[in-house]
């Protein structure tokens, strides 16, 4: 059939797939946006029938079909139409290919060993090296009913027939007309009852349409494919390319008639994992009707259809995934400032609505349930009756606070808390970007505000559902919720950004309460004290998250410490406080250090604050104002304590100020050996800290392990490198008190413990924490009344698989998810999706991949449209274009990184400064591009800044116009001898990042992502590309870039649609083993030495560790509990007899060493004036003997190999080989290369 030259068939691409006229200005600007980027990559940028200077395949990076096969004897090149501007593609380049590879494969895009892959610190997922070639045919598969009838498909495509011609300036230029082309074929399914190939069918010269039929009982499955079949010279001119193909299939008379490719409502269904059947029942709405085949397909179906009304491919999908926001009650009571002051009798009018809108709900879940399919029926009620339980649990907490008048204070205590926190944060953020506003103006406003409007400190439903709760489990620890079998993992589970870290602020701030309310209290081993100590613990992976949860918690312990003292009678003399306890890389480890800090930079005359580690907030938490390092942070070396107060000194507004009213400054500490000597009351940290506990006695104070409290220094510790140890009592000086050293009972342990995105934990990671948490578990746990009360733990994530094995992994606990997952994850009452429209845009994912261009060049075209086309945006918009003017980028390896950071300051720089018809130029020679970096690879330090400078916009001022009128007043300014107006800082044009991104970072600006590769697995991508559009009035664009090289990459490209529909669905399943016999090797000695050392009195200073004989009994019963512990975590019971197996050698062989030395054995640090051996051997020393190596423990729970420097001489003769002294002798065989 000979294809019809069509000139109007071109896509609008400014208004494909978007919701909508009435959007709001950025959502037509993201609109706009997409539209560019599909012309560019694309095209026809300029119509159907476009006119272009020089070769498609140099503008063109998605879209195009090669020539099949190339002829050697075709070696002559057409002087018109060679493709020699093409930087990718030249006849040179091709004439050094082997010609039969050529006719085999087909066109080859380039030739060197570079197939496209970016090189990858770890996993390679590389195709064949055949597949360095340009695809020749693209196509698609679906399904039809047997009888459906005829099919209808429709190809299009684009030539491009080039001309050289003299342009204005005389220069003879190769312009390109493109010639579009269109036709249709029919496909009769009903002719074939067995699988048939059919004949291709001629659609224009050299371009087939080939069709695979595949009959089933009921359906057939179908396979089209558009062919480029012309043989082509050596050049491959681009005369002999197809552009902008496409496929589209319909019935003939436009019915619904493609079936999804799997439909769980189905008869046939035998799903036998319990959680993929929850999935399939939660997810049955959303259905796959096509796939592509090396391009990517989608599909026309009506609302609640499950039958397509067509099918076609695309090179650039589209998928929109909805907004989920928090639903529940709205008659219920979430205002924070009312629920401050609930008396016991108004808890049921308030709270009640709550929990009898969700009865409601759940049971209009069951009439739904009733309707399904039998099949699915069991696992709906199943689901349904969970959510039953947690209903039950609602009124519970309501009871609580109606019954128990402590539990009913804490809660009041909780919500003042929170109000004054919420309304901190806002004043925080508002004077952060303008502060020349006062504070008290600010808060005046908010007050105001809050008046008409509760929602400016109120709970969202699930978020006081959540804390409801719990209320019983910190309220009474011999409940069975806390106690008992039914004690499990409470585990958040909701989307990224919809307000999880309240949920469990909320919580901490209850513990607080809750404990100083019920002071000391009587264990099975004597009392512990709760007016004091480590009340909740929250633990980390990455040490960008920590430090921005860092600063989202000060605010609340900064309003807790204010109502505190306020009420000293009440809530008690000693100060609450947050601590960060992280690596020494990013905050001190000593106070000399600190203090030393400190002095260096109130000597720097710069203003720098490079190297003083132990501020770790750039802004006051409180009010928002500009902490000046050389100024509020201040070593007080009587106390040894550094104290950070609020930059407002000037007018002293802000209560942490050094004119405020609060007692002292902030209440942060961050140096490690103040936070044993003060237990902060809340203890933020990472996961690889608690490995230092083996090695750290001092940290046994974390846990409650104290004896002895100085009224000046905190409490004392054998090892604390205090004024402290030894001294008995401190004398008067100067303004301080004679003080005495006080006996005291042991602190109440740790009764909350938070683990924020638990999807973290994993792998190797994963399974060091799951050892570690033997120890935590244990020396958090205390006896009462017979019975083991362990701390509550919270987890967090929104995106988790199989989470009730990786929970009994890790903790030897059961999982409770909230909210539950019902019925449909559209609905959970709780939380709600929001359908895709103008007013609700959700994140849009564009799909991109370009065959055979190598990846590298692939990002650099992409960096390049994506700046140029911002800056178009911004001359055209303005503010509403800010969220698309700073792209941030992510990559799965650092390696990836750095390379696009040198091709950003080379190739894209000079791309986007130079001549950039039709865009404006990003920026000027001079100027430059704004680049930052969210990596491993830069300073704690640096990284706050970066996070400080992402939240600057782009204006007006950065327009086009701008620019000029700026560079005129500069002029003016200049001949009017006056100083010139300033420039101001300019925001990132670009931010890269690695995983370093994917949690914490929360940035509302940010609308414009670029994912380079497809990550390592779904939870991953998920959670990096939520950093953007995290603001509804600023919907988020995310470009995939796929690698058309790596199998794994295509796949997802192909069905990238569905993918990203059910992505939460697709979330892989976390690898945690941390009872396999590698694991156990590596960590029980750790594990041992801390539980003893920490829990142990004798055994916990440093030379403690040579009177392990004289405790063993002791020992051995830790053990014991561990191993007890370990019999529920475990896959099989043998297990944990290996676990107990491996403790007992290493107790002996301990024993042993501790004899042998008589006593002089110490953990890690001998001292200068002792004989003795250290216990601990460090990963990267030498073992003396092999015996010895069950005493290797790590410093972290990652596994490290040692470091080794490279001296690199730019001396010639220093860089010849030189034989080592007594090197080995190398010998090769014949013929063996070198």
Partial sequence: MAAIECRDAVTDWGTMNEPGDKAGPSTAVRRELVGLIEQELLGPRAGAEEEIVGTPRARYAVGALAPVTVDPERATVDAVDSGGDDPNLTGSALSDVDSEHLLQHGVPVNTDEDTGAADDDEDRDEGPKGALTHPSSMGLRFQVPRDCGVLVVTASWGRYEGERRENEEGRRILYSQRRPFETSAEIDVRRHDRHATLDPQKLDDDVTLRVELFPLDDRTIVEVALSNDRVTGMDA?????????????????????????????????????????????????????????????????????????????????????????????ADAVTSMKTLAELEAGEAEAALGPLISGYEQWLRAQHEIAADLPEHLRETAEDAIGEAEVVAERLHDGVELLKSDPQALQAFRFMNRAMRDQRIHSQVAATRASDESKKIGDVLTDLRDRESDDPSVASWRPFQLAFVLLQLRSLTDPVHPYRSGDAANVELLFFPTGGGKTEAYLGLAAFTFAIRRLQGKIETDDGALDGGDGVAV??????????????????????????????????????????????????????????????????????????????????????????????????????????????????????????????????????????????????????????????????????????????????????????ACVPAQSHQTKGKLPRVVMQKVD??????????????????????????????????????????????????????????????????????????????????????????????????????????????????????????????KLLDEYEDAADPYLTTVGYFSATRELAGMRRYLDDDVTTRVTGKTEPFPRRTTDWEGLQIGELTSRISA???????????????????????????????????????????????????????????????????????????????????????????????????????????????????????????????????????????????????????????????????????LPSEMPLVTALIDQMVARAQAAADAPESADRMRLKLLQRLDRWHDKAQAERGALFYERVPQNRVGQPLLISPEAKVPKQADRVFVVSNSMREVQPEINLLVSPTADQLAFKEPHQGPQWTFREGASK
């Fill in 537 to 722: 613990l929250m633990r980390y992976t990455l040490r960008l998250l920590t430090s921005q949860q860092f600063q989202r918690a000060a605010a609340l312990v900064c309003a807790t410490e204010l109502i505190r003292q306020e009420d000293t009678e009440t809530w008690g003399e000693k100060p609450f406080s947050i601590g960060l306890w992280v690596g020494s890389a990013v905050s001190p480890k000593r106070y000399k250090d600190a203090e030393a800090q400190v002095k260096a930079v109130r000597a720097d005359n710069s203003q720098r604050a490079h190297g003083l580690t132990v501020l770790q907030l750039q802004r006051c938490p409180w009010c928002g104002t500009k902490i000046d390092p050389k100024r509020d942070v201040v070593a007080d070396p009587d106390a040894e304590r550094v104290r950070v107060h609020c930059g407002d000194h000037k007018r002293g507004d802000c209560e942490f100020s050094i004119e405020g009213d609060a007692d002292g400054a902030l209440p942060i500490i961050t140096v490690d050996d103040e936070i044993y000597r003060n237990p902060p009351t809340f203890l933020l940290a990472t996961v690889d800290k608690f490995a230092r506990l083996a090695r750290e006695g001092e940290a046994a104070s974390l846990f409650g392990y104290v004896d002895e409290w100085c009224p000046r220094h905190g409490y004392r510790h054998p090892d604390s490198r205090s």
């Fill in 746 to 871: 042991r602190l109440r342990p740790p009764d909350l413990i938070i683990q924020d995105e638990l999807h973290l934990i994993t792998g190797a990671l994963g399974t060091s924490v799951g050892v570690f948490e033997n120890a935590v578990d244990l020396l958090s746990s205390y006896a009462r009344d017979g019975q083991t009360i362990r701390p509550l733990i919270v987890a967090s994530t929104a995106t988790v698989a199989n989470a009730e094995r990786q929970v009994q992994s890790l903790y030897g606990r059961g999982v409770d998810v909230f909210p539950p997952q019902v019925l449909d994850v559209r609905d959970t009452y709780f939380s709600r999706e929001l359908p895709v429209s103008a007013d609700d845009p959700g994140r849009k994912y564009l799909g991109v991949c370009a065959h055979g261009i190598r990846l590298t060049l692939a990002e650099i075209r992409l960096a390049e449209v994506l700046l140029l086309a911002g800056q």
């Fill in 941 to 1107: 330090e640096e990284i706050s800044k970066t996070l400080d400078k992402l939240s600057l916009p782009f204006t007006r001022r950065w327009s086009t116009q701008g620019r000029n009128e700026h560079r005129n007043a500069v002029a003016e300014a200049k001949e009017a001898d006056r100083t010139p107006p300033p420039w101001g800082k300019k925001p990132y044009d670009v931010v890269l990042a690695t995983s370093m991104l994917q949690v914490g970072v929360d940035v509302p600006r940010l609308g414009l992502m670029l994912v380079v590769g497809q990550p390592k697995n779904t939870a991953e991508y998920i959670q990096a590309s939520s950093r953007v559009g995290r603001d509804r009035d600023r919907p988020g664009l995310v470009l995939s870039l796929a690698n058309w090289s790596r199998p794994r990459d295509m796949a997802h490209f192909e069905q990238f649609r569905h993918y990203h529909e059910t992505f939460y669905a697709q979330v892989e399943a976390l690898s945690v083993t941390p009872y396999s016999d590698t694991a156990m090797e590596r960590g029980l000695m750790g594990v041992l030495a801390s539980v003893a050392r920490v829990s142990q009195r004798v055994l916990s200073p440093e030379s403690g560790a040579g009177r």
């Fill in 237 to 329: 001119p681009p005369k002999d390319w197809l552009f902008q193909t496409k496929l589209k299939v319909e019935a003939n008379g436009g019915e619904a008639v493609f079936l999804p490719t799997r439909d769980v409502v189905e008869g046939g269904y035998d799903e036998i994992d319990d959680e993929r059947r929850r999935l399939d029942l939660q997810y049955r709405h959303r259905l796959e009707f096509t796939v592509g085949r090396t391009c990517s397909a989608t599909w026309d179906v009506a609302e609640d259809s499950r039958r397509a009304t067509s099918v076609e491919t695309t090179w650039l999908p589209i998928a929109d995934v909805a907004q989920t926001v928090p639903g529940g009650a």
